[in-house]
């Protein structure tokens, strides 16, 4: 009973979600990663997990990384010249999401 209540619960939460995605740009892609990110910092945060705060804190990065993709602010007040910084900041937001995905997620829940 307690896992069908919790099925509910995530259908809920991911309904909407799901509901507005599209197989056809990275807006998306990074809006289900950012949802699936905020959820397990915030089971981690408030778990019982030893290196939780830590775990969290690097989900947390993560997540802001994703968010930053998905509003794509890195062009704004910039001169069309000026267009190669904003390029590097969204490469460097998608190195560091990258990076923690690869180096940490399989110890997340150890």
């Given amino acids: 009973m307690k896992d069908f209540i919790q099925g509910l619960k995530n259908l809920k939460f991911w309904l909407s979600i799901i509901w507005k995605d599209r197989d056809f740009d990275h807006y998306y892609f990074f809006k289900i990663l950012s949802a699936k990110l905020s959820r397990m910092e915030d089971c981690i945060r408030n778990g019982i997990f030893v290196s939780s705060e830590e775990t969290a804190n690097k989900l947390l990065i993560a997540k802001e990384c994703c ?4 509003k794509e602010e890195y062009f704004d007040d910039l001169e069309f010249d000026e267009n190669e910084i904003g ?3 969204q490469r460097e937001d ?4 990258t990076r923690i995905i690869r180096e940490e997620s399989l110890s997340w829940w150890n």
């Avoid at 968010?67 to 998905?70: A, G, K, N």
């Avoid at 998608?94 to 999401?97: G, H, K, N, R």
């Fill in 94 to 97: 998608l190195e560091v999401l």
């Fill in 67 to 70: 968010e930053r993709l998905i």
């Fill in 87 to 89: 390029y590097a900041k």
